[in-house]
């Protein structure tokens, strides 16, 4: 029998430590941009939210707080265009890699069943498919798969790593197609409100779905729009048929966020001038990379929206890891994301202005 850890593939990170010993050893520190985790601070309105529910001696419960619910629902009709969307088309999550991770299995997906994903894509999205013994396979343009047993159809918009962006008629038409073939669509949308050269739509919008959640969910995460990674901070939001049964699922597997983690949210989610502020944090360190990344030869494809550039000087991947780290700077090659990525690397903004200022001169 093969066993849940033989199902899974290598932790991509461990092939990265001699590299990232090597830019240890720069005189002047290591600029680490190969992880996509925030360094600014949690914005005070959030923390104290988090401090003043911090007497919570109670169990919190899994579909959150009527105040959670409230937020999710506002937060999604005030800048996601949605319409009509209830307590019921909303589901808190213990942070948005554990659903992408334990979704399939959630949905009972097992073996003949399939799970498609982007060619270039989050590796979690594999990951859930082995974890519930699925098959899985990438996709260039998913309406060209072939449908059968096809249960499942990850989207991801704007993408990690590419920072491309699908435009409204590119979801349309993917979700009219899914539908009429029965597949459901979930579209990870957790850096939609990091756009840089393009406005990132959600397909929660009606002008995507034809005022309907049927068939559709959409995955969002408060880590990367208010610094809350270390909250464990998300939801799904869509049909109510796919998040009936999962909040049943979750309550048996008693997979709930934390009371003060609620409260925080329902803040960060009613306020949207600390996202404004970090949202400049973060094109300001984007501007100054880029020019250094195209002034060191590299070419930068996509990236016109979330926290990374995805760049290549036309050679393997590991070669420009290994360029790079000599000169004290860490990034992810692009082969982690799929072998479609194996000349690319992709760099994140998430280091603070200082750190990003040292790989510019070093650029």
């Known amino acids: 029998m093969t066993s849940l850890r033989d199902r899974l593939p290598a932790f991509p990170w461990d092939r990265l430590e001699p590299y990232k010993k090597t830019a240890a050893t720069h005189p002047d520190g290591i600029v680490d941009l190969s992880v996509g985790t925030p360094v600014d601070p949690v914005p005070e309105l959030i923390q104290k939210a988090l401090v003043d529910a911090a007497d ?26 949605a319409r009509g969307v209830t307590h019921r088309h909303v589901l808190p999550v213990v942070g948005s890699k554990e659903l992408v991770a334990w979704l399939p299995t959630h949905l009972g997906l097992g073996p003949g069943d399939r799970v498609a994903h982007p060619r270039l894509a989050y590796p979690t999205y594999e990951v859930g498919a082995r974890l519930a013994g699925a098959d899985h396979e990438a996709y260039d343009d998913p309406t060209e798969l072939d449908p059968a047993n096809l249960r499942l159809l990850w989207l991801n918009s704007p993408s990690n790593p590419t920072g491309r962006v ?26 939609l409100e990091l756009g840089w050269e393009a406005d990132p739509v ?38 109510p048929a796919v998040l009936g049964p999962l909040l049943e699922i979750r309550k048996h597997g008693g997979m709930m966020t934390s009371a003060p983690t609620q409260a925080a949210a329902v803040a960060a989610l009613g306020d949207d001038e600390h996202v404004r502020v970090q949202r400049e944090r973060y094109a300001a360190r984007r501007e100054a990379l880029r020019a250094a990344l195209l002034g060191h030869g590299f070419r930068i494809e996509h990236s016109e929206a979330s926290l990374y550039l995805w760049a290549t000087r036309g050679e393997s991947c590991w070669d420009t890891v290994s360029h790079l780290a000599a000169l004290g700077i860490l990034v992810a090659p692009g082969d982690f994301y799929g072998p479609a990525g194996e000349t690319f690397v992709r760099v994140a903004l998430t280091a603070t202005d200082e750190r990003i200022e040292a790989a510019v001169r070093r650029l």
């Open 56 to 81: 919570s001696p109670g169990y919190p419960t899994v579909w959150g707080t009527p105040a959670l619910r409230d937020a999710i629902t506002g937060w999604l009709e005030r800048r996601l265009g």
């Open 202 to 239: 959600s397909v929660l919008h009606p002008d995507v779905n034809g005022g309907s959640y049927d068939g559709i969910v959409a995955v969002h995460s408060l880590s990367k729009r208010s610094n809350l990674a270390g909250y464990r901070a998300a939801f799904v939001a869509g049909d």
């Open 166 to 191: 699908l435009s409204r008629q590119e979801l349309t038409r993917i979700v009219a197609w899914a539908r009429e073939h029965g597949v459901l669509v979930v579209s990870d949308e957790c850096y």
